[in-house]
Nanobody
Framework: QVQLVESGGGLVQAGGSLRLSCDIS????????MGWYRQSPGKQRELVAT???????NYADSVKGRFTISNNRAKAMLYLQMNDLKHEDTAVYYC?????????WGQGTQVTVSS
């Protein structure tokens, strides 16, 4: 079993920054990728950024140049640094770990950007 616990969400003004953290526990030996997704009310969950164990990174076009995904292998932590936040970044952000045949998700952390 793998467990993911997000932290770091909150309320911030447009143009501000937040850093999300995800504590990953369990057996991650066969992990394919880890990443961040978000979901706004009335919308489908969407990819924000993903990172593979080999360091391959993928960002949604809407966050390129503003968000940075990173990890700390020793601490089994995943991070999302979010700069120049916009109102449309408001959403619940979920940490994800992808394995062959299944995904694991955290409980989500709310990010609210006031305009």
């Amino acid at each position: 079993q793998v467990q993911l616990v997000e932290s770091g969400g909150g309320l911030v003004q447009a143009g501000g920054s937040l850093r999300l953290s995800c504590d990953i526990s369990g057996n991650i030996f066969r992990i394919v990728s880890m990443g961040w997704y978000r979901q706004s009310p009335g919308k489908q969950r969407e990819l924000v950024a993903t990172l593979t164990p080999r360091g391959e990174i993928n960002y949604a076009d809407s966050v390129k140049g503003r968000f940075t995904i990173s990890n700390n292998r020793a601490k089994a932590m995943l991070y999302l640094q979010m700069n120049d936040l916009k109102h449309e970044d408001t959403a619940v952000y979920y940490c994800n770990s992808n394995f062959p045949g299944r995904d694991y998700w955290g409980q989500g952390t709310q990010v609210t950007v006031s305009s």
